[in-house]
């Protein structure tokens, strides 16, 4: 198997599932990858963080399937969030359709939150939900979470998150 993990990472717990990833299936690594970087490989894996309910540079796959077609494909997305099935399954259906659903593995990996490292852009992105969250009088356990998490940075992450990845990948 000759294997690639592709990456995009703004706040470093993606990049950190990839390496795990990586070391775990002995395969090649590359941030930020463009079509020619994963064109000869039979498996790509491609990660990405989830914001504001989009999937950072899964267009790179999604764009491409024609072009990957014959190739073993697993797909996953890292966030803050605790990923619960139904909520994932709202998030797969806005970033995939259902056709690249079942071309592809969806997976995913529980990452983390850092205000601290976000860019200036998403800073103010993510000032205006904490806005909006400290309005809110009676608060989920999410909601409340997530607003604590702006003083504490959290970090979910796990490399036995990557298990059911893993095993996708090697399952021939």
Known sequence: MKAIVAYRSKSGYTKRYAQWIAEELGCDIKEDPELSDIIGYDTVIYGGGMYA????????ITNNLDKLKGKRIALFAVG???GREHEMKVFWDRVLTAGQ??????FY??????FDKLTAKDKVLMKMLKLRLQRIKERTEDEQGMLDAYDTPVDFSSRENIRPLIEFVLKQ
């Open 53 to 60: 309910g989009g999937f950072n540079g899964v267009k790179l």
């Open 80 to 82: 803050s969030n605790p």
């Open 101 to 106: 659903q079942k071309a592809v593995g969806c």
């Open 109 to 114: 990996l529980r990452g983390g939150f850092d």
